[in-house]
């Protein structure tokens, strides 16, 4: 009894962090759209490297870990297994690129200079920039990562090389502004003598970009090579099926 109450515990405190998740990737996408920070934002790129990465990469990570599973939430559980009845049916992996190439073409989108220049001019842009992002990330997501009921049309090793794919799209945006020798975005109000310089703006821009995109892909990409490595269907899996795969006579 007691050995079955302890192998326990860890799911259900895994369930309970799980139940969390959607809870901080609300808290996130509102601190980051709010005041202190959305005032920081005209004034920063730092600030708005901040609120990219939390729409792109942080908000859809923490939304698909979370994701319903069970008796947490019946009705949108019942909402994914329908989902993945369909994913199911339809397991076409160029569904999978295809919101691969979404997430790219979003992310460079959001980061070129006319983009970023006029969400500092309107700020209603920057709940489209939210919505979007954050749709397409979810989307982009439960093809790395199992939500819910909802199982990834690719498999493991595909998935590693599609995260790393992702993040290496937001590091080479990022070293493309933050070490150009002219500064993409001149929208912002660093004001010299106060606050950041833009030169230094530009760079902390690119190293909090570089290590949220660091932080959120890279454990995918590991993971997901460790555990096909470890299972039947990794390497192992193989050297064992060809040791044991009979002759042609």
């Known amino acids: 009894?007691?050995?079955?109450?302890?192998?326990?515990?860890?799911?259900?405190?895994?369930?309970?962090?799980?139940?969390?998740?959607?809870?901080?990737?609300?808290?996130?996408?509102?601190?980051?759209?709010?005041?202190?920070?959305?005032?920081?934002?005209?004034r920063y790129e730092l600030v708005?490297?901040?609120?990219?990465?939390?729409?792109?990469?942080?908000?859809?990570?923490?939304?698909?870990?979370?994701?319903?599973?069970?008796?947490?939430?019946?009705r949108a559980h019942r909402f994914l297994e329908h989902a993945a009845a369909q994913r199911v049916a339809h397991p076409e992996p160029f569904r999978a690129v295809a919101l691969l190439a979404l997430f790219m073409c979003a992310a460079i989108a959001w980061r070129t200079p006319g983009a970023v220049e006029a969400i500092g001019h309107n700020p209603w842009l920057l709940g489209v920039e939210a919505?979007?992002?954050?749709?397409?990330?979810?989307?982009?997501?439960?093809?790395?990562?199992?939500?819910?009921?909802?199982?990834?049309?690719?498999?493991?090793?595909?998935?590693?090389?599609?995260?790393?794919?992702?993040?290496?799209?937001?590091?080479?945006?990022?070293?493309?502004?933050?070490?150009?020798?002219?500064?993409w975005y001149t929208g912002f109000d660093n004001v010299v003598g106060h606050g950041l310089s833009a030169a230094a703006d530009q760079q902390f821009a690119t190293g909090v970009a570089w290590l949220i995109a660091a932080v959120v892909f890279m454990p995918v990409v590991f993971s997901s090579l460790i555990t096909w490595l470890r299972s039947e269907d990794g390497l192992d899996g193989e050297v064992h099926r060809s040791a044991v795969r009979p002759g042609p006579g």
Request: glycine share 10%; net charge positive; with cysteine.
């Open 48 to 74: 708005q490297a901040v609120q990219f990465s939390v729409f792109a990469m942080v908000v859809p990570a923490l939304v698909v870990t979370g994701a319903p599973r069970g008796s947490l939430w019946p």
């Open 131 to 183: 919505l979007s992002l954050v749709a397409i990330g979810v989307g982009f997501w439960s093809e790395l990562l199992e939500a819910g009921p909802l199982v990834p049309r690719t498999g493991r090793p595909f998935r590693a090389v599609m995260a790393a794919v992702a993040m290496w799209t937001v590091w080479t945006i990022s070293y493309l502004a933050g070490f150009s020798s002219t500064s």
């Open 1 to 42: 009894m007691t050995a079955g109450t302890a192998q326990g515990r860890p799911v259900t405190r895994l369930a309970e962090l799980r139940r969390l998740c959607p809870l901080a990737a609300g808290l996130a996408a509102v601190g980051v759209a709010v005041p202190p920070l959305y005032g920081l934002a005209h």
